[in-house]
């Protein structure tokens, strides 16, 4: 089974950075695309930025040009560089794949991993 671990969440004053990474174990042979989304209690979860396997990227107009998403392809492990960070960007953060190919040729269209928690506080 295709599993997603995040990290680099933590606790960061506004205008500080964290630099979220999210790694994908099993027999991966690719990933097409995967994400960031991000959810706080009573909201919905929304996405915040994705990466295809080509690199083509898009965020959501709140994270734009404060938000950098990369993939490496080699490790299938994305990462979210979020820079001058917002008390609204408090949330668990959590790495999605969308059609995760498994080594053998069976596809995983939808794998999420269990968060990471971001909090932007004084």
């Known amino acids: 089974q295709v599993q997603l671990v995040e990290s680099g969440g933590g606790l960061v004053q506004p205008g500080g950075s964290l630099r979220l990474s999210c790694e994908a174990s099993?027999?991966?042979?690719?990933?097409?695309?995967m994400a960031w989304y991000r959810q706080i209690p009573g909201n919905q979860r929304e996405l915040v930025a994705s990466?295809?396997?080509?690199?083509?990227?898009n965020y959501t107009d709140s994270v734009k040009g404060r938000f950098t998403i990369s993939r490496d392809n080699e490790k299938n492990a994305i990462y979210l560089q979020m820079n001058d960070l917002k008390a609204d960007d408090t949330a668990v953060y959590y790495c999605?794949?969308?059609?995760?190919?498994?080594?053998?040729?069976?596809?995983?269209?939808?794998?999420w991993g269990r968060g990471t928690q971001v909090t932007v506080s004084s």
């Open positions: 999605y794949a969308f059609r995760v190919v498994i080594n053998g040729g069976r596809n995983h269209h939808n794998v």
């Open positions: 099993g027999s991966i042979f690719a990933i097409y695309l």
């Open positions: 990466i295809e396997i080509n690199h083509v990227t």
